[in-house]
């Protein structure tokens, strides 16, 4: 009795550190109706299923437990994919991907409105929106954890509206000390 109460705790302790190293990924509808109730920054993963960079990003930065921890703790975040046929309502507009070929959906498909709307000129990117749902910025390409955590900081402290220049953002840039670990 011992013995299975104690690998039943081991267990259950296991999958607890393991959610911590997971990110609660919602879709784009549910952070917008998150966001009426409790108001946060949400953060987009657009990705498709054919990027390499994309799968990248999933397991070398998004797994992080850091990363992890930070994003579930100050984002609703989103994991959205640029060419797939999800529908959405953003600012009390539809996008949807009426070009949508599901015989197409592991190799390149059509742009999704939504992913058009942003004006995304690759894949994977992150964009960031503020507590009001207003689109603050995507960063394009692969990120490793202190290179995103830059970012997520920036956007969360709300620093981005603070600088005006492109040597004020040196500077900041410069003075800031990644706190994520690297493994």
Known sequence: MKKT????VILASSLIVNA????NWITMNEA?????????KIMIDVYTNWCGPCKMLDKQTFQNEDVAKYV?????AVKFNGEGNE???YKENEFTNPNYDASRANSR???HQ?????????YPTIAFFDEKAQFIYPLT??????????????FIKDKHLEIKTKEAFQEYYNAFKPAFKTK
């Open 87 to 89: 529908a959405l309502t």
């Open 141 to 154: 390409g692969f990120y490793k954890p202190q290179e995103l955590e830059f970012y997520l900081k920036l």
């Open 32 to 40: 917008l109706a998150l966001q009426k109730e409790n108001p946060k």
């Open 72 to 76: 579930n703790e100050h984002f609703y």
């Open 20 to 23: 911590q190293n997971k990110i």
């Open 5 to 8: 109460l104690l690998v039943f």
């Open 109 to 111: 498909n059509s742009s």
């Open 114 to 122: 939504f992913a058009d709307f942003l004006g995304l000129k690759g």
